[in-house]
């Protein structure tokens, strides 16, 4: 059965996984909802959030996850029980044991709050998001859409994919392995009878790493801006 716990930030639901750990996810809700957007952070996945829902990751999604309330969108961070990893130590996230889990959670809360599903993957979240609805099954079909920013090298879609797809990306983002070809590749690959398009986001600043999540990869100060343009998108299916 799902433990659930409450906090200040917001409720943290396990969702099961048989005969293994449970997903961690913390739901930051709203009332009246139009629609529920789940969360994958880049790196290795994996944001070890507590049973109040706190974190001392600092990832993008987690600075940026009280901003969905004003557009009346539900929003989940959803945590990795292990590391997912990367483009140097290798990306794992086309892995089936996490599409299983990924899979598991849009079901959990597709049944719980009968919202219209999206997934938003920012860096190595961004391959978690393709891979997941290129798999074109009964869990990827209760899916509404995706949305990727800082796509990186490893995400792509298959032509089989028709549902909508927004790309954001910071138009100063110098991660090597995040350049801006990657999104333009996956918009322009797709199927004109589809809804798809690429947003670039300006202004901010960048700190530390340029592959981190302070950096202008990370859309450092551009937070409003970044939910601004994904809300948009999903409402506007």
Sequence with gaps: MCQASLSVQGQVFDVPHPQDV???TLLIGVQNPKALVLL??????????????????????????????QYRIDAVLVDAPYDLGDLKRGDHRGASDHLTRVGEVVSFYRLKTN????IFGHSMG????????????????QVKGIIIAGTVRTAYLEDGVKIPVEAIHHA??????TPISNPERIISERDKNTVSHLEVIEGGISE???????????F???EPELIKRAAQFILSQ
């Excluded at 919202?115 to 999206?118: F, Y």
């Excluded at 961004?126 to 079909?141: D, K, P, Y």
């Excluded at 100063?172 to 392995?177: F, H, S």
């Design 115 to 118: 919202l219209p599903i999206w």
């Design 208 to 218: 530390g790493d340029i592959c981190q999540s302070f950096a202008y990869h990370g």
């Design 22 to 24: 449970p997903t961690r």
């Design 172 to 177: 100063l983002d110098q991660c090597p392995g």
């Design 126 to 141: 961004t391959s978690t998001a393709t891979r997941f609805v290129n798999q074109l099954n009964q869990e990827s079909g």
């Design 220 to 222: 450092n100060q551009t």
């Design 40 to 69: 994958f952070p880049g790196g290795g996945g994996v944001l070890n959030l507590k049973d109040d829902g706190s974190t001392t990751n600092q990832h993008t999604f987690v600075r940026s996850r009280n901003l969905w309330a």
